[in-house]
């Protein structure tokens, strides 16, 4: 089973800079992806943004249309987002891009996590 989380438009408080992680994507083998609707440690989690972040998401609220599980980024079928497909995109950026070959997920999910504390 794997699992990420969750952005929806409905989990965040823009006037207190704040993004809530509500639920996980799940892949479960005769299922397929679906929201479960607890994260990872069955707590909700705040994370503060700072003012570009907030500013970035109430655009993306506003140009991504409505969709039934009010995902901020879903998939280009207005879905889930696959990490395995995520991950196969973000492999053929770092071949077309060789300076930035040494930009794995996990150093990027560092440099983020760093900026947004």
Known sequence: MFRSSVTEFCATDSEAGVLYLTGTVVREKGVGLFRQETTKGKKVTGLWLPVWAVEML???????????????????VDGLRDTAVVEKQWRRFRERHSESSWITPRTFRKTVATVVQ
């Open 58 to 76: 109430e655009k993306r609220i506003v140009s991504v249309p409505a969709e039934p599980l009010g995902l901020v980024f879903p998939s280009a």
